[in-house]
């Protein structure tokens, strides 16, 4: 299947452009130092209890895309805006660092002021119930504007075990649904017998 480009080519021939024209073009390799010296302050504050200096490498900043990651009303809407906006960086909420489990609140915490909307969480964490509170402490984000991936673990992908594992996630996070909810790693450690299905009941809850 042809590949389609915007105007001006891909992105690849825009470079190519640019260098031929003594005027190379660096602003993804800016962009990208800049998100990494994000991610990098977002740990360091947190473990310091203060302000941290990013440095923008030179980059500009653009204007901020829509808060909503999911549609709103459907009557009032196009099938353009029926697309969840999936946020451009996530933050993983694990608890393993340096061969030990550590409480990861206050650098979610930090996470969600710095404007992260998009949470990677899962059962095998242990730390839903402190996520949730996060979520339900007044300023933080509205529900709306959050996204959040819950991950089942491994001993439980029996369809009765992953609805089971889903249903206290969502207890512990106090929401109602999750945005994605996915295996936290492809094989089990017990055999079973096909694939979970769904069935309309499982469909709406």
């Known amino acids: 299947m042809p590949v389609v480009h ?21 602003a993804g390799g800016r962009r990208g130092a800049h998100v990494v010296a994000v991610c990098n302050a977002i740990e360091d504050a947190a473990d310091s209890g203060g302000p941290v200096d990013v440095p923008d490498y030179g980059t500009t900043r653009d204007r901020l895309p829509e808060p909503d990651v999911r549609p709103g009303d459907p009557k009032q809407i196009s099938d353009e805006q029926h697309r969840i906006r999936l946020p451009p960086i996530g933050f993983g909420c694990s608890r393993y660092r340096d061969g030990e489990y ?19 969480s899962a059962e095998l964490y242990g730390n839903e119930h402190r996520i949730g509170k996060l979520l339900a402490a007044p300023g933080s984000p509205s529900r ?14 029996r369809r009765e075990q992953m609805l089971e594992a889903a249903t206290g996630g969502l207890e512990e996070l106090g929401i109602g649904t999750f945005d994605s909810y996915g295996l936290h790693w492809p094989d089990a450690w017990a055999r079973w017998s096909g694939w979970p299905t769904r069935s309309s009941r499982d469909r709406r809850r």
Do not use: C, Q
């Open 102 to 120: 550590v409480d990861r609140r206050d650098s979610i915490a930090t996470a969600l002021d710095a404007g992260y909307r998009f949470l990677d």
């Open 144 to 157: 709306e504007a959050m996204f959040v991936l819950g991950k089942v673990w491994r001993t439980n992908h």
């Open 6 to 26: 915007g105007p001006g080519g891909s992105p690849g021939e825009r470079l190519a452009e640019s260098v031929s024209d003594g005027t190379p073009t660096r």
